[in-house]
């Protein structure tokens, strides 16, 4: 019997669920990516499900196992999944909607449905409005305020989509435009263009016949509705609940539509205003040139300066490049929380055409996350020394050490000296008070052994809120210091973000732009990392990971000689 229409999306979003359920109770992360790729392996499914599933096929498609075939063909036949019920019933009802909310974490939604009966956003700010909150064990006044704060902030509207998220969705969405007759050419732009950390939507501009262009979209196996047509635009829900809208134009118009599709208004505005001061060629550049301004590259056009920067002759030519860097920074092995050894993190990087990695296992104190004590991290040293024989990529030694309440590091200064590169973040006790946060980081940044300043507030994008402290003093510490601030690449960290990285230009401080890679695959986030660099105007010259291997060494090193633990 044939599937209804919308049966593989409908299966799509329970496994998804299932995903991100299996992922907030910590779960092996494998096992809920596989939920989740077996979720977009459904949504991207040409021909009939159920046909797929009565010839026992559906394993022959890339993404989907045997178990996974299994449960999605109990989802067919009975609309059922008992691991998906199982989850909700052992999990606080709202969970994966609460969890939006800054500083809740599933103990504590847990505790608050338990004695209010919270299982929503509305419920919740409705009972910090009545002061209900502050009366549940464990709360108090003053965590009711910030809960209310961070829910009326969030509101109620759809999560925001990450930079990486947003990605996924549009590239193979614009794949299938290009491929599609009646579509001239077809790009991402607004946000997405612009390398912006998160964003309510995913933006695309497309040349062609707007006819063609919708049924492109409406034929696209992701889609699950379509929105009304429009005169300029074509919008649409994906299965997955991202937002697209497509900005139309035809082949003639695209490169003004496109500029006009990418910037920010204020940005636009302000570049069309300027007169027409000489011919230029066609194509976007030709918008910036016939105004008598150099290219502004799309991470640029917030209207922060660059015009008149631009203007001037000061914009910076040349911005960081992905291909500039020449060796990843701050990677986890399977010492600590990651997920591949020192050899399997050494060979993708060398694959990958880096000259060097550095090891940057998690210190003592973090032991959540297998944080390495003396004789492990001896061990370490031993095996790195065991791999570097084996490949060409230079193996740095170092740590992720942890920056204590106090400001000082947890590995003793005996130990640090002996490193190739010394990160040292916060992992703990982030809502320390503005005065005690800027204390805590400026003494750590005085350190003679702090080198590189990780994830530098502290944020998880659409989860946390960075640290409260006096960010330009902080940066006063870091100039004033030797340390270098790193970009974290994370794609849920993106952290300094931009503003605060042009502030940490102006004063004269140097980059690391960084993976923050707990896998091989991740070794990829020096994408993003490079994306917030350029949003913040950093210049090739400014990141030492793009120096080769001994002058990176010789600026990130502590100082000390060689030898173990």
């Not at 190739?420 to 805590?440: G, K, L, N, Q, Y």
Request: aromatic content about 4%.
């Amino acid at each position: 019997m044939p599937s209804p229409p919308n049966d593989r999306l409908t299966i799509a979003r329970a496994l998804r669920e299932v995903s991100r359920l299996l992922a907030v109770r910590g779960e092996n992360p494998f096992r809920a990516r596989a939920y989740e790729r077996g979720a977009r392996a459904l949504e991207a499914l040409s021909g009939d499900l159920g046909e797929r599933i009565e010839g026992g096929t559906l394993t022959a498609t890339p993404g989907i196992g045997k178990a996974l075939a299994a449960e999605i063909a109990t989802l067919h036949r009975t609309g059922r999944s008992p691991l998906l019920e199982r989850l909700r019933s052992e999990l606080p009802p709202g969970i994966l909607e609460l969890m939006r909310v800054p500083g809740l974490s599933v103990g504590r939604i847990a505790t608050l449905h338990g004695a209010l009966g919270i299982g929503s956003i509305a419920d919740l700010r409705r009972a910090c409005e009545q002061g209900q909150v502050q009366g549940v064990r464990g709360f108090g006044p003053a965590t009711e305020r910030r809960i209310l704060e961070a829910v009326r902030t969030l509101g109620e509207s759809p999560p925001r989509l990450l930079l990486h998220a947003a990605q996924a969705e549009a590239e193979p969405l614009l794949d299938h435009l290009r491929s599609q007759p009646g579509v001239a050419r077809a790009e991402a732009a607004g946000a997405l263009r612009r390398g912006c950390e998160t964003m309510d939507r995913v933006e695309l501009a497309a040349a062609g016949e707007a006819d063609a262009v919708r049924e492109a979209i409406a034929r696209w196996p992701r889609t699950a509705t379509l929105g009304d047509p429009g005169a300029a635009g074509c919008d649409a829900e994906l299965a997955s609940g991202a937002r697209v809208l497509v900005h139309l134009s035809s082949p003639a118009d695209f490169d003004a539509a496109w500029h006009r599709a990418t910037g920010s208004p204020a940005h636009v505005s302000k570049v069309l205003a300027l007169p027409l001061t000489r011919p230029a060629p066609a194509g976007e550049a030709g918008i910036y040139l016939a105004r008598g301004l150099p290219f502004i590259p799309p991470e640029l056009r917030e209207d922060e300066g660059e015009v008149e920067a631009a203007l001037s002759g000061t914009l910076p030519d040349d911005l960081l490049q992905l291909h500039d860097l020449r060796g990843f920074v701050h990677c986890h092995t399977t010492y600590s929380d990651g997920r591949a050894t020192i050899e399997q993190m050494a060979r993708a990087a060398e694959a990958l055409g880096a000259e060097y990695i550095t090891i940057t296992d998690h210190s003592p104190t973090a032991s959540y996350a297998g944080g390495l004590g003396l004789d492990r991290l001896k061990a370490q040293w031993e095996e790195i020394e065991r791999v570097q024989e084996q490949v060409k990529v230079r193996l740095l030694r170092g740590t992720e050490s942890d920056i204590l309440a106090d400001g000082s590091l947890d590995y003793p200064d005996h130990v640090l000296e002996r490193m190739e590169v010394v990160i040292a973040s916060i992992h703990a006790r982030h809502r320390m008070d503005a005065r005690s946060m800027t204390e805590r980081l400026t003494r750590a940044l005085r350190h003679p052994l702090f080198k590189i300043w990780g994830h530098g507030l502290g944020r998880l994008l659409e989860r946390r809120p960075p640290v409260d402290c006096d960010v330009p003093a902080v940066l006063d510490a870091v100039s004033e210091s030797r340390a270098a601030v790193e970009i974290n690449g994370d794609p849920h960290r993106l952290d300094l973000e931009p503003r605060w990285v042009r502030e940490a230009r102006r004063r004269g401080i140097r980059f690391v732009i960084s993976t923050d890679a707990h896998s091989v695959g991740e070794l990829q986030n020096a994408r993003w990392g490079t994306t917030v660099a350029r949003r913040g105007w950093v210049r090739r010259s400014e990141v030492l990971n793009t120096l080769p291997v001994e002058r990176f060494r010789d600026a990130v090193r502590p100082g000390g000689a060689g030898g173990g633990p």
